[in-house]
C-alpha cells in the first residue's frame, strides 16, 4: 500500500500474483480507511471499474475489491 505518492491519495501495487498483474499499480474505490497504511501488505481479489482515478495520479487501473486480508 503506498500513501500520499505520486499525485495519489492511495494506491495498491501488485507484487505477486498473475504475472500480467506484477508491478501494476491499482487505486481502489470504496477502500476502508483501516487498510490506507503505508507499507501495509495486502492479499485481494479485484475487477477493473469504469470510475474515474483522481486528477493526476499515475495508474494502471481503477478496482473495486472483492475480498481483502492483511498479510503479516
Known amino acids: 500500500m503506498h500513501v500520499a505518492e505520486n499525485?495519489?491519495?492511495y494506491y495498491i501495487e501488485v507484487v505477486e500474483?498473475?504475472?500480467d498483474d506484477l508491478h501494476k499499480k491499482l487505486?481502489?474505490?470504496?477502500?476502508?480507511?483501516n487498510y490506507k497504511k503505508k507499507g501495509l501488505k495486502l492479499s485481494f481479489v479485484y475487477t477493473y471499474s469504469?470510475?474515474?482515478?483522481?486528477?493526476n495520479c499515475s495508474i494502471d487501473g481503477v478496482v473495486v475489491?472483492?475480498?481483502?486480508?492483511?498479510?503479516q
Do not use: H, R, T
Not at 27 to 33: E, Q, R
Open 50 to 55: 469504469k470510475a474515474m482515478s483522481p486528477e
Open 27 to 33: 487505486y481502489p474505490i470504496d477502500f476502508k480507511d
Open 17 to 19: 500474483g498473475v504475472k
Open 7 to 9: 499525485n495519489c491519495p
Open 65 to 71: 475489491l472483492d475480498s481483502v486480508q492483511v498479510i
